[in-house]
């Protein structure tokens, strides 16, 4: 990996980031703004040194120098030996995350998601089935390693949990209910709960 970082515990990257495969082969081109944010063409490649995939990330800079960027668009994806399968937003691409834990595929139709994308993450524990409209989620269902499946849609997949209460009422159960073992406190054993 390299690359100009702004702020070394956080890895915000400034500028082109380059990141290679065990092997030795590119992985990555990569442009962030000043302010960490993906912009400009990005190449993603194959261990075997062939293109897998060119997103582009329009953006644009306002007077204050402050960046406006744009959803990106997914412009090709080529398979490990060469065939093209999406060009110019339109057709069939895989999207794998760094770590491999996620995975999904599906169609692109004029650079937006379209039609059912299946996929997996957190190391295949989740699978999942989505269906979108030009390119908004309409509705999901992702199942677990023992078979329990929950259903979501564009309004609730972003929606961040709430303990019934508020985070007071967490507070209050966990002081109402926290046991501090009797051997623990004589030894003086303590901690941050």
Do not use: C
Not at 123 to 151: C, H, M, N, W
């Amino acid at each position: 990996l390299q690359g100009k970082v702004t702020d070394i515990f956080a890895t915000k990257f400034k500028g082109k980031k380059y990141e290679l495969f065990e092997n030795g082969i590119l992985k990555s081109e990569v442009m962030y703004s000043n302010h960490s944010e993906q912009i400009d063409t990005a190449f993603y490649y194959h261990n075997n040194g062939k293109i897998k995939s060119i997103l582009y990330y329009p953006y644009k800079i306002d007077r204050k120098g402050k960046y406006k960027i744009d959803e990106p668009l997914y412009l090709a994806y080529v398979d490990s030996t060469g065939k093209i399968l999406l060009k110019n937003g339109n057709g069939f691409a895989v999207e794998v995350a760094d770590n491999s834990y996620t995975y999904e595929e599906g169609n692109y139709v004029n650079h937006k998601k379209e039609g059912e994308w299946r996929g997996h993450f957190n190391g295949k524990r989740y699978t999942f089935v989505e269906t979108f409209i030009a390119g908004k989620l309409i509705s999901g269902i992702t199942t677990d390693s023992l078979g329990q499946q929950t259903p979501y849609d564009s309004i609730s997949v972003g929606k961040q949990p709430d303990y019934p209460g508020g985070i007071s009422s967490l507070m209050q159960y966990i002081s109402r209910n926290y046991d501090f073992p009797r051997q623990a406190l004589t030894e003086g054993v303590n901690g941050t709960v």
